[in-house]
């Protein structure tokens, strides 16, 4: 996730720092960058991280065999399987994050 969120924050920042030096856009695009990356951070890293924190503590057999199970149907399933991957690529918060102004 650290990594994903890394490059998407580079191209992010890279578009707006150039436009800003070609003198396209005003300074104050930096604080747009810096409002939907809070955003998209918000949206998914943070919920992500206290999932699996509480995955990780999880010592129930049960409920971490369901928990798998879903995993398992998540890959099973063409439009699940996608929508996750949207989701763990960052795609969809950097969408929400997007109408961030």
């Known amino acids: 996730m650290g990594l994903n969120?890394?490059?998407h924050d580079a191209i992010n920042l890279a578009?707006?720092?150039g436009k800003v030096w070609r003198g396209e856009a005003p300074e104050d695009l930096v604080g747009l960058y810096s409002r939907r990356r809070h955003k998209a951070a918000s949206n998914f890293i943070q919920a992500q991280t206290i999932a699996n924190k509480k995955m990780m503590?999880?010592?129930d057999p049960?409920?971490?065999?369901?928990r798998f199970d879903d995993l398992r149907r998540v890959g099973e399933d063409k439009e699940k399987r996608r929508d996750f991957m949207?989701?763990?690529q960052l795609i969809d918060s950097l969408r929400a994050?997007?109408?961030t102004h």
């Open 5 to 7: 969120g890394g490059i």
């Open 62 to 66: 049960k409920s971490r065999k369901e």
């Open 15 to 17: 578009e707006k720092l």
């Open 57 to 59: 503590e999880d010592s």
């Open 97 to 99: 994050a997007e109408t």
């Open 86 to 88: 949207r989701r763990a």
